[in-house]
């Protein structure tokens, strides 16, 4: 299996950080029915304020799926209301891991 790691880079609009977060487990959970080759997923605040979306999928060609056709998911499209701008996305091959005891 070769997995793939999705980052989405992005800003989020002045007071929206609230509601960012209460409606994202709703539109994971969505994202993960839809597409149930998403292993994981991660939501990251960088020190600058941005934000970084880091989604874990099973191969390649399922993330580029799931990157076109987002936006038929209504969780996850009523979810991009709150990005301001985005920084654009990216698919890494993982060529290397090891995962421990995540709590």
């Known amino acids: 299996m070769t997995m793939v790691i999705e980052l989405a880079r992005f ?3 002045p007071g929206a950080e609230e509601k960012l977060l209460a409606e994202r487990p709703a539109m994971i959970e969505a994202l993960r ?3 149930p080759a998403c292993l994981a997923a991660f939501l990251t ?4 304020g941005s934000w970084l979306d880091v989604l874990v999928w099973r191969g390649h060609a399922e993330a580029e799926e799931a990157a076109r056709l987002v936006n038929t998911v209504p969780e996850c499209r009523e979810w991009f209301r709150h990005i301001e701008e985005s920084g654009g996305l990216r698919h890494v091959v993982v060529k ?3 995962v421990g005891g995540l709590t």
Request: proline share 0%; no cysteine; glycine share 0%.
């Open 33 to 35: 029915r839809r597409f």
């Open 45 to 48: 605040q960088e020190e600058d």
């Open 96 to 98: 290397d891991s090891w």
């Open 11 to 13: 800003t989020v609009h």
